[in-house]
Structure formats: C-alpha cells, structure tokens
C-alpha cells in the first residue's frame, strides 16, 4: 500500500511538473508569437512610409576633416588638442582629467564641454504645444526665452520657455492671413515677431509691453498673388529681408518704415533669405531654379541687380539656407533629396550654372504631389558641383523643409540637423556626412521646421500633424534576462540636464 501510495504521488508530481513546464512554454511561445506579430506589424507599418533615400555613399567617402573647417569644428567640439584627435572622449575620462589638474587648465574649456554635450543627443521626446491646423514654423529666439509657433489656424503662438517649460504667453491673430503662415521670425533683441502669409505686406508684432502693436508693413509688389516664403531680420533690427514668390527679394526699412529695395534674383521662387553673420552686409538667397547666391548689401543695385557669386549642384529647388554665421560657410536644403555645404570662397563656373539650368529645365517632378522619383534617387552629381559636402538621407517632399546648424555653444556646431517628410528629424555630422540619429517615431506626417536651443540639449521639431514636440537626453541602462539570451532595454528616465 505504501509502494501503491508512494507511486501515486511521484507520479502526481511529475503530472503538476509537466503541466507547469507546458504551462511555461506556452507562455513563452505566445510571449514570442506576441513579439515577432509586433515586429511584422512594426515591419508593415515602415513598408508604408514614403521611402527614405539612403546615405550618400559619394559623400560619405570624402571628408573635410582636413580643411580649415574641420580643424575650426573639431577644436569648437573639443574633439582636437594639441594636434591630437580624440575621437571618443567619455564623461569620466574628462572627470578624471580635471581631478589631476586637466593639464593646467583650472576648468572645463568650450571645447570640453561641447565634447561632453555631444554625447547626450537628445532621444526622447514629449509633445509640449498643439495647433489646431497644420503646424508651419516652430522656433527659438536668439536667447533661447521664448519659442514662436505658427501654421494654418491663423494664430502665431507665443510660449515663454526661460523655465524650461512652454509657457504660453499669448496667442496673436494674422492680419492678411490666406491658406497659411508661410514664416516667422524673432528680432534679434527678442521683443518682436515677424511674419508673412499669402499677402502683399510682412507684419510685425510686439511679445511684451503694456500695448499691443501690430502693424503692416507694405511691399507693394504690383501683382495680384503675391507672398513672402522667407524672412529675417538684420542683426541691429533695422532692416527685414524677404524672400518671395515672384523671384524677388526686398529690403524694408524699419526706421524710414518703407520699402527701400527690390531685386530680381532668381528665375523661380525665392524660397529662402539669410543673412551671413552679425554683420547683415553679406547675404544668401535661394530659389526654385536651384542656384544659391551670395549678395554684398552694400552694393545692391535695382537697375543692376548682379549677385557676387553663385553655387550650383542642386538639381531641384533651393527650399532652404542657413549660414554657420562665419561669413563663410553655408548649406542649403533641397528638392533633390540633398542638403550640400558650401564655402563662399569657391563659386560656380559658368559650365556648373548651366548644367544646373539644364537639370531643372527638363524636370517634370512636382515635389508636393508626387513620391520621390526615380530619377531623383540615381541622380549622380552635376557637373560643376563646387560644395564641399553632400549630405543625404532625409525626404523633402511636400513643403520648404528646413535643416540649420546645430548650435556654437553646446556642440561647437559640429552637427547638421533636418525635418523630414516621414515624419522624422535627421542628424548629420558635418566632417562625415553620416547619419548621426533620426528622431523618430513621434510624428506622423512631415516635419517641416527644427529647432535647437541655442544654449540646452533640446531640440523642438513642429509637423503637419499638428504637434510640437521637444526632445531631450534620458539614460538608457541595458539589462541582460539570462533565462532566454535576449537583450532588454529598460529606461531609467533620469534626465540628465535637470
């Protein structure tokens, strides 16, 4: 009877183990049907995207690491000292250097910190402002206090972010307002917002004061459908530069409060104005025929209206520029999927001039409607590209998608960063060309406007779905499960510029 018993029980428990072990495995099996089902879904989801082009391998396999701008950003960025390249430097290499003295040095240079800033690109992301309408420009001000807002809802908002914190201060009705608000900008000073929309005048608005102002500011272009696709202010805000539809870019004065220059530059859209540096006397502009041009305001001319260089090599239309603010130094985003780089010291000949009017000539590829054609992604570069570097990866589809400099102060302006048509924001490093990280998986139709902070690890991307997003730096800590081999990534969420 006890043999009987004993059985009895050994075989029960060898029942219960079998079942808890068939228990576990169907567990484990639904746990990676629920895993790889999420993957396919995930994998489907991306099929559906419009298609990225790939990095561009030609750019890839040059370098500018021994111009005078790559030893200008490698010693911004703190990765050159003493003629020594530090290609990987970590936190607590720098810590330990400074606690044996850091060669002299009584504290971290610009250089050191830059190096360190560069390390906690941001990854994470929260959605800190709506639009009720597709979301147009999202930008900082010079001083990084203040963040400016603006689309098709009519309303340019205004957020005081001094705190880190969007705060918002006020909500500013367009006047002439027609489909959208087409660009925005902050006056130097910060007590000022510009903006253009489907309308004959740019109009010019105080952030703070006891009284509101809002006035017009008339152009008087001598034709029925007119607007401005990009403005800016000069450095001593004097004067606001405007880039418009009719090929033209004016000059309006602020003192005299008039127009004071029209001139014909290009022979499509002006998409895109900047100025150089500080100076406001060098200027950049760029158009639906694909050229950049460089224009001394000092000599601007209306009955002569002669650039003093031009750059070709895009084979679409300029949609943006920024300048390193060196008066040297620029790059330009554009419908031909590319942003290149350029320096002022080396113009186009007039064999690159025509073969960049040949490209756009016998285009037929209309950017807004249509997906990436294949032409534009085996296009081979033109002859007579004078940029330095071209940089590939991003999609400008739709609308002017911008891309600028990543900011002097916190990256020693090493990185170039783009919105996106997927949705996404591109990174790249300058001297590489490389895609440095994509922010994504945040929005869900284009981004059309990036911004950093010029002094913190943040960076706002606005889209045409509506959102701002801001982007910051969170610890990721790996953690390996030994049970199955798999890797997990579990975040820590400390937020490490608190």
Same mark, same amino acid.
């Given at each position: 009877? /006890?043999? /009987? ?68 950003? @490698?010693?911004?960025?703190?990765? +050159?000292?003493? &003629? ?5 430097? $970590?936190?607590?290499?720098? @810590? ?13 240079? &610009? ?16 959605? #800190? ?10 930008? %900082? ?19 005081? $972010? /001094? ?42 608005? &105080? ?55 029209? *001139? ?8 895109? #104005? ?5 100076? !406001? ?19 601007? &001319? ?18 943006? +520029? ?20 350029? =320096? *002022?010291?080396?113009? !186009? ?6 073969? $960049?009017?040949?490209? +756009? ?29 071209? %940089? ?36 790249? =490093? ?5 895609? #440095? ?17 010029? $002094? ?6 606005? !889209? ?35």
């Amino acid at each position: 009877m /006890s043999n /009987s018993s004993g059985n009895t029980s050994s075989g029960s428990r060898n029942n219960d183990e079998r079942q808890v072990n068939s228990q576990n495995h169907s567990f484990i099996l639904a746990t990676r049907g629920r895993r790889h089902r999420a993957v396919r879904r995930s994998s489907r989801r991306e099929k559906k995207e419009v298609d990225e082009p790939k990095a561009d391998q030609e750019a890839l396999k040059s370098t500018v690491h021994d111009t005078h701008l790559g030893q200008q950003i @490698l010693l911004a960025s703190g990765r +050159i000292h003493k &003629n020594k390249i530090y290609c990987g430097p $970590t936190v607590s290499h720098m @810590l330990q250097k400074r606690e044996v003295g850091m060669g002299g040095k009584q504290c971290f240079s &610009n250089g050191d910190q830059c190096a360190m800033g560069t390390l906690y690109i941001p990854n994470m992301m929260s959605t #800190v402002a709506y639009c009720k309408d597709k979301a147009f420009c999202g930008i %900082y001000s010079k001083e990084g206090d203040s963040f400016l807002a603006a689309g098709r809802d009519v309303y340019i908002r205004l957020y005081d $972010t /001094s705190c880190d914190e969007f705060r918002h201060i006020k909500s500013i009705r367009a006047q002439g307002f027609f489909w959208s608000i087409l660009d925005a900008a902050f006056s130097p000073d910060g007590n000022y917002v510009i903006y253009s929309s489907w309308s004959d005048c740019i109009h010019l608005c &105080n952030i703070r004061g006891d009284r509101d102002i809002h006035e017009a500011l008339p152009l008087f272009p001598g034709r029925s459908t007119f607007c401005i696709f990009s403005l800016t202010f000069s450095s001593d805000n004097k004067e606001i530069l405007g880039g418009a539809n009719c090929g033209n870019f004016y000059v309006y004065d602020l003192e005299r409060n008039q127009k004071i220059l029209t *001139i014909k530059a290009h022979g499509d859209d002006v998409n895109a #104005v900047k100025f150089a540096d500080d100076s !406001s006397q060098i200027l950049f502009t760029g158009g639906d025929d694909g050229f950049c041009k460089v224009w001394d305001r000092r000599t601007l &001319n209306e009955n002569n209206p002669n650039p003093v260089g031009v750059f070709s090599g895009h084979a679409g239309g300029i949609t943006y +520029i920024d300048s390193r603010g060196d008066s040297r130094y620029l790059i330009s985003n554009s419908k031909d999927q590319t942003i290149k780089l350029w =320096d *002022i010291r080396k113009f !186009s000949t007039e064999e690159g001039i025509k073969a $960049t009017e040949a490209a +756009i000539s016998f285009q037929r590829w209309d950017y807004r409607w249509r997906p990436i054609s294949q032409e534009m992604k085996l296009r081979k570069p033109l002859t007579g590209d004078v940029s330095v570097m071209t %940089y590939r990866g991003h999609t400008v589809l739709h609308t002017l998608i911008r891309c600028k400099f990543s900011p002097r102060f916190t990256t020693g302006q090493r990185y170039i960063y783009s919105g996106c048509a997927t949705g996404n924001a591109c990174i790249y =490093d300058v001297l590489t060309g490389e895609i #440095v990280t994509k922010l994504s998986n945040c929005h869900s139709t284009c981004v059309r406007d990036v911004s950093w902070h010029p $002094t913190k690890n943040t960076i706002v991307t606005t !889209s045409w779905d509506s959102t701002i997003c801001q982007w910051y730096y969170y610890g990721i800590e790996q953690h390996r499960d030994f049970e199955n081999g798999e890797l997990y990534y579990l975040k820590s969420f400390r937020r490490l510029f608190d």
